[in-house]
């Protein structure tokens, strides 16, 4: 009479202690797993939280049975959105309607950004008002840039003719 030695690994669904997804059984060891390792369990990624080994004899078999207990990955916490949070409008990916911005910015406000903001508050023009905080967000963090955009407008001989036609 052979003694035999099998090797079963037990895959619980993720967070489930009871639920078993697959049970598999070979004549060799299994990998050594360990507990925060990533599995693909069903077609799906699963992080192993929990393993528990135990040995059961079964006539003639020796059973070395791991269980896997596992967890599906967690979501980003989305921190919930306070009341003075101000959604921002979808973007017009227009080249020249960024253009116009970037005129009616140094030709109407100067450069001032935060007067453009003012001026755009409670009129409706969502599109004007991303693109003003996204400047005005670019401009804190470099400020050499309103010099380029200045540098730009002013190449541009665009609002001399729309002036005068006036």
């Given at each position: 009479m052979q003694r035999r030695n099998l090797?079963?690994?037990?895959?619980?669904?993720?967070?489930?202690?009871?639920?078993?997804?697959?049970?598999?059984?070979t004549?060799?060891?299994?990998?050594?797993l360990a507990a925060g390792e990533v599995l693909t369990l069903a077609g799906r990624k699963v992080y192993v939280?929990?393993?528990?080994?135990?040995?059961?004899?079964?006539?003639?078999?020796?059973?070395?049975?791991?269980?896997v207990y596992t967890r599906l990955p967690r979501r980003p916490h989305r921190a919930?959105?306070?009341?003075?949070?101000?959604?921002?409008?979808?973007s017009d990916g227009s080249?020249?309607?960024?253009?116009?911005?970037?005129?009616?910015?140094?030709?109407?406000f100067d450069g001032d950004v935060d007067a453009w903001l003012l001026h755009l508050s409670g009129t409706?023009?969502?599109?004007?008002?991303?693109?003003?905080r996204w400047i005005r967000t670019r401009l804190r963090r470099d400020p050499a840039l309103l010099l380029s955009i200045r540098r730009m407008v002013e190449a541009t001989p665009f609002w001399s003719a729309?002036?005068?036609c006036q």
């Open positions: 090797y079963v690994l037990v895959l619980f669904a993720p967070g489930s202690r009871r639920r078993i997804v697959e049970r598999l059984v004549r060799r060891p299994w990998w050594p939280t929990a393993l528990a080994e135990r040995i059961e004899w079964h006539g003639d078999d020796i059973e070395h049975v791991t269980e919930p959105v306070g009341g003075n949070v101000v959604p921002m409008p979808r080249v020249v309607t960024q253009f116009l911005r970037y005129h009616v910015l140094m030709r109407v409706g023009e969502e599109a004007d008002l991303r693109f003003a729309v002036a005068g």
